[in-house]
């Protein structure tokens, strides 16, 4: 038999069996990270696998231990042999809520991300309350925990801190610190968190043009562990809030802000000196003048500060990328 005589393979049998088609993603991944929270694990999974079997959405659970020093990841382990579903990455150390955060978006594929806290305090069953108020075209719903079971000293700083965050941030939630949110898979595809950042995903996530809604979620009280959270959360929340106001207003601008301060400096020190040149001029002296020094030191920290501004402005133009200056909602054609 001459070449040209020679069968030929069907197409398929030449490149071999088909792939198996890769399972699809589930509908919701909802993230939990944890640290030190081995009582609530099991308890936790099972509500939450409970609630989304019964509302017929197929989920996974992923849980983000953060570096705990009891049985956490144990708990997840015997969690995950009673349902597949579960989920865990577990970070070699503690690296801070917004790291467990990150690993969990990362790790997890859902289109829709549900994340909530690992203690209990977090009602399970809201969950499909919060699916639905996506449904109604929201990007982002963040819990409100309008009626707190906690200790007097964490309520009270919270409010006012949330009704600073508020006013500075011009985002109208009441609960910035609630980690019981659901998000669209695009905003956090879109949004960049590290620090403690992740209490401000929402202002992010307004200043990129998503919609971001709120939801009143029971909160129940704290069963087991204690809370790993203290006083300097505030202070350190006050100067997260600082640098997320910075970077959405003034990232791509920032002679906006060194300018303002600039010219404001310069000014008043120009203001001051003119007046004290035209008393030299009168022929007094200015040698007993401490207005003198103030008004030649605001000047040079005028400059100084304006000079800044134009050097940020050089660095921002250098690495420029067109697609930061906005997000895209749709596409058609």
Known sequence: MTAMEQPQQSPSLARGPAPAAANPPPEVSVIVPVLDEEGSILELAAQVGQVLADSDTDYEIVFVDDGSSDATSKKVHEAHAANERVRLVRLRRNFGKAAALCAGFEASSGPIVVTMDGDLQDEPSEIPRFLAKLDEGFDLVSGWKKTRHDPANKRWPSK???????????????????????????????????????????????????????????????????????????????????????????????????????????????????????????????????????????????????????IGEMITFKNFRRTDTYSVKERLG
């Open 160 to 310: 006012l801190f949330n009704w600073a965050t508020r006013r500075l941030a011009q985002v109208d939630l009441h609960d910035f610190n609630c980690g019981f949110k659901a998000y669209r898979r695009e905003v956090l595809d879109q949004i960049a968190i590290y620090g403690e950042l992740h209490r401000y995903i929402p202002v992010l996530a307004s200043r990129r043009g998503f919609r971001v809604g709120e939801l009143a979620v029971a909160h129940n009280p704290r069963r087991h562990g204690v809370s790993k959270y203290g006083w300097d959360r505030y202070y350190k929340g006050l100067l997260d809030l600082i640098t997320v106001l910075f970077i959405t207003k003034y990232t791509r601008r920032p002679l906006h802000l060194f300018g303002a301060i600039g010219l404001a400096c310069f000014g008043a020190g120009f203001v001051i000196n003119a007046y004290l040149a035209t008393l030299w001029a009168l022929g007094e002296s200015l040698s007993n003048r401490p207005l003198l020094l103030l008004g030649v030191l605001l000047m040079l920290v005028g400059i100084q500060v304006l000079t800044s501004g134009l």
